[in-house]
């Protein structure tokens, strides 16, 4: 169940971090984690009247726990206002959005955004660091907005540093910073509250090759260390070949849902950025 007492204090398997529990027990298969987002019928509608455009006409997804799914398209497929739907930042036209069992869809203006401070992070493709904070504080600051304590924000933030591995950049103002180390920053800000769901729009789209491929594999540290539940948007294939799950979309709508059989890791992609996955086509549901 969700909370928004503040930052999370449970594994991805609910329990306390440090549990001995965790030792003994398997690794649960993507088919056994339990549901984060339930989406089914899902519309959204810019506009009345016969001049309306409709954006997502009918989505069906389920994301699990602890997943990392890319969600590609062209340009004006709906997957930004899905995202925006995933994020809480838009609300939809019609049907049922349920996040960590609750129903989300149709949560006033105070409700969502009490819901995105506590479980819902983002990384954009602008970095959005402001320029007149230091990288620690430029990761302080949403936690103060969710009136975190200050020992406790700062302890939080140095912690998301060191887990991007920027640690020596507490006290740098982004002028000073690369595209690449700006972006890792604004990763670590995102997770410093310990969300239950990150949404990344374009996260490498202004980033070098180089720089793209240190995000991807921070990433997929963050996934694979920590179970956090990703989403990443994207219109580059390669990319998307870093997540567990390619969703396709086309015209507002879901056309495939593939399994990664054997993902791309960002770590071992300096030899040969053009390798190839294998895909299995997912049933419907």
């Given amino acids: 169940m969700m909370t928004t007492d503040g930052p999370s204090t449970t594994t991805p398997d609910g329990l306390a971090p440090g549990s001995t529990a965790t030792a003994s027990r398997v690794a649960p298969t993507p088919a056994e984690r339990p549901l984060l987002v339930e989406m089914h019928a899902i519309t959204k509608l810019y506009g009345r009247g016969p001049t309306a455009v409709q ?113 020596h950049l507490a006290q740098r103002y982004p002028s000073a910073m690369s595209g690449g180390q700006a972006q890792r920053v604004a990763v670590a800000r995102a997770v410093a509250a310990g969300p239950e769901l990150l949404l990344a729009d374009e996260p490498t789209g202004a980033l070098d090759r180089r720089s793209g491929r240190t995000v991807l594999a921070l990433f997929q540290e963050l996934h694979q260390k920590l179970g ?20 396709q979309m086309e015209d507002g709508q879901i056309v495939s849902d593939t399994r990664v059989t054997d993902r791309l890791l960002a770590a071992a992609a300096e030899g040969d950025p053009s390798t190839t996955l294998a895909v299995e086509e997912r049933a419907p549901a």
């Fill in 55 to 167: 954006a997502l006409a009918g989505i069906d997804l389920e994301i699990r726990r602890g997943e990392m799914v890319a969600l590609v398209g062209p340009s004006g497929s709906g997957k930004s206002t899905l995202m925006h739907v995933l994020g809480l930042l838009d609300r939809p036209s019609g049907g049922t959005y349920r996040l960590a069992g609750r129903d989300v869809s149709r949560l006033n203006s105070a409700g969502a955004a009490r819901l995105r401070g506590t479980n819902v992070a983002f990384v954009f493709q602008g970095i959005h660091l402001l320029p007149s904070l230091t990288a620690l504080h430029n990761i302080e600051l949403p936690l103060a907005y969710g009136r975190v304590p200050k020992t406790q924000r700062r302890t939080c933030a140095r912690e998301a540093l060191e887990r991007v591995g920027l640690a």
């Fill in 228 to 247: 956090l539940t990703i989403v990443v948007v994207t219109h580059d294939p390669l990319v998307a070949q870093h997540a567990e799950r390619i969703v």
